[in-house]
């Protein structure tokens, strides 16, 4: 399993801007899918994007589509979320995660019994 680090939440007014960083440790990052998860308090963690290992391939949540840019640098173990045009909705834990296994399927993604996660960025969205 890699370890995975999150960096660059906050709070931003409604739309604009943040981007999310992941670092990860563990020399076969770019074996692994990378994505995202938000997760509101009292509410089930939900998929916001992801990308295939070498990058040619990106998915994202229908409620993301046109708002968000997921991207990977697999020479720093990174992976990145671009968001725009943010909203109160928006208002969440943001959590890094990767798979060895699973692949996500149209705009979902469910992580296998050996994903990993990071431990979370707040990113609060003001109205």
């Keep these: 399993q890699v370890q995975l680090v999150e960096s660059g939440g906050g709070l931003v007014q409604a739309g604009g801007s943040l981007r999310l960083s992941c670092a ?9 899918t990378m994505g995202w998860f938000r997760q509101d308090p009292g509410k089930e963690r939900s998929f916001v994007a992801a990308i295939s290992w ?11 589509k046109g708002r968000c840019t997921i991207s990977r640098d697999n020479d720093k173990n990174s992976v990145y979320l ?9 208002t969440a834990v943001y959590y890094c995660a990767a798979d060895l296994i699973s692949r996500p399927y149209g705009s979902s993604w469910e992580l296998s019994a050996s994903g990993s996660w990071g431990q979370g960025t707040q990113v609060t969205v003001s109205s």
Excluded: I
């Design 24 to 32: 990860a440790s563990g020399r076969t990052f770019s074996a692994y």
């Design 54 to 64: 070498s990058g040619g391939t990106t998915y994202y949540a229908d409620s993301m």
């Design 82 to 90: 671009q968001m725009n045009s943010l909203k109160p909705e928006d």
